[in-house]
């Protein structure tokens, strides 16, 4: 018999075999979009939107994928977002895109809520870690999370600054989604009814949010993330001596006021629609942001991308990087390991095709 690895030939298989293993909490945490999920579809139907022109007789027979990204080649013009508490898909999921990371030289997004230390993670992905940092309360635990990550040799830093409070998505907060978990009656339903997760994650011990467990190391994912302001930027600038991306820009006059500010590159995202549901679609922000911003200077996107066709279609509206989110946790949670890297295998192939149709052989 075939495993479930094996049945992803896209993003949606990936996402459509998950959601028959994960708890509904889980499956709607990491697929829940902010509000009514317009945020969400305007993305998709804007992408759907754009078209890439075939061309013809050009030869195209060899390809290649990588692109430049702080000076380092990446196997692919794609890497990996950071998201909070990915072994809540499987457990070790942290540590299998790590070790994909390290295999392709892509950046792994580390975030502030990992379900695995931060000192883990950079060792197992082999340096290609960037650390994700959230700015909250009155700050001071974030700075001191970022001398953390500076320590543990992390050359990136990216700011997350489209959270100046949690996003609303009813459907995490209808299943009462919070961290650290506790589990209710509701979960409890939830989880017998899924005893495969619930088996293997019983057996591997509760995720947690590990970047906490420390002294003088705390995190309220509620807790209100509103003080940041243009000079708490400032002084991450100032402290921290590598790369400094800000992730979450939407808006051309703070893309150019980051730009004036020092920071190495900005992030186009809308968080994978998880924030403000009346956000324009990033993918339409995209192009307008990089003609403001100059062809030189370094824009990473990601948000809605489910294919490796999405990919180029970022590329060519101005991206010099991309970041998929959440079809790689639903990929872990179908098919493990064997599932993320087939559905990386999707991506590339979709993306190498998606090439040699439109008469180029590579994204640069
Ligand atoms: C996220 N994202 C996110 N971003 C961030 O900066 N810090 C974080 O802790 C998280 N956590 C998180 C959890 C889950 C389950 C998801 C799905 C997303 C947002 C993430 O980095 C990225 O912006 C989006 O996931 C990209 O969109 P797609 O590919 O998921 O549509």
Known sequence: MLSAAAHIHSSDDARRLAKRRLPWMVFDYIDGSAGGEAGARRNRAAFEALTLEPRILRDVSSRNLSADVFGTTAQRPFGIAPMGMCNLSAPGADLMLARLAAEFSVPHGVSTVASTPLERIIEVAGGHAWFQLYFSGDGAGAFKLATRAKVAGYKTLVMTVDVPEVGRRPRELRHGFKMPFSIGPRQFVDFALHPRWSLSQLAAGKPDMANFDMDGFDFDRTESRARATWDTLSRLRDMWP?????????????????????????????????????????????????????????????????????????????????????????????????GLRNLWDVFSEELSSALAQTGRVSVK
């Not at 924030?275 to 192009?287: F, K, M, T, V, W």
């Not at 872990?332 to 064997?338: D, Q, R, T, W, Y």
């Open 242 to 338: 590598g790369n400094l991306v800000v992730k979450g820009v939407l808006n051309v006059d703070d893309a150019l006021a980051l730009k004036g500010a020092g920071v190495d590159a900005i992030q186009v995202s809308s968080h994978g629609s998880r924030q403000l549901e009346s956000a324009p679609a990033p993918i339409d922000a995209l192009p307008l942001i990089r003609s403001a911003v100059g062809k030189d200077f370094p824009v990473f996107f990601d948000t809605g991308l489910r294919s490796g066709e999405d990919v180029l279609k970022a590329v060519r509206a101005g991206a010099d990087f991309t970041f998929f989110g959440r079809s790689l946790l639903f990929a872990i949670a179908a098919g493990g390991e064997e």
